[in-house]
């Protein structure tokens, strides 16, 4: 009787569960901004939450560059987590929101002198959720002219 191979050892440790998803999944998510006329990707480390981004840029001579913005302010590391990408439907923004599926929490994420900077994380309370609190239209007495605004 012949000993079971590193392979077959290795397949069978697999199959009883000895190696998470995690480590073979990829380390990085990559959205493109929502904005339809730039061309910015904005790459995000799955465990850490850091975010940095990159765009084509044209340089006289070349074919063009990659140029790529690093972690700035808020940016950077977070508290181990799973961190995505999501791009708003909005056609003009250029920033991204930076989400964590086990929190809930987010952020927003833009390019800002030359440094890819994020708004503080946070979660929306139940007292301040559009879905838990209708919002009230003003009234606006006849003839006034006025038009409702929003609080």
């Known amino acids: ?88 439907r909005h056609e003009r923004e250029g920033g991204v929101f930076r989400v964590n599926y086990r929190t809930g929490q987010m952020s927003i994420c833009y390019v800002f002198d030359e440094r890819v900077v994020c708004t503080p994380q946070t979660t929306p309370s139940p007292a301040t959720s559009s879905a838990a609190a209708p919002v009230s239209t003003p009234s606006v007495s006849p003839g006034t002219g006025a038009s409702p605004q929003r609080p």
């Open 1 to 88: 009787m012949r000993p079971f191979g590193t392979a077959a050892l290795i397949f069978a440790a697999m199959a009883l569960g000895g190696f998470s998803g995690h480590a073979l999944a990829a380390s990085y998510d990559f959205v493109p901004a929502p904005q339809t006329d730039l061309n910015r990707i904005y790459r995000i480390d799955r465990i850490t939450g850091e975010v940095s981004s990159c765009q084509y840029g044209l340089q006289e001579g070349t074919i063009g560059v990659t140029l790529c913005f690093s972690a700035g302010e808020g940016a950077g590391p977070q508290a181990p987590g799973e961190y995505g990408l999501v791009a708003s």
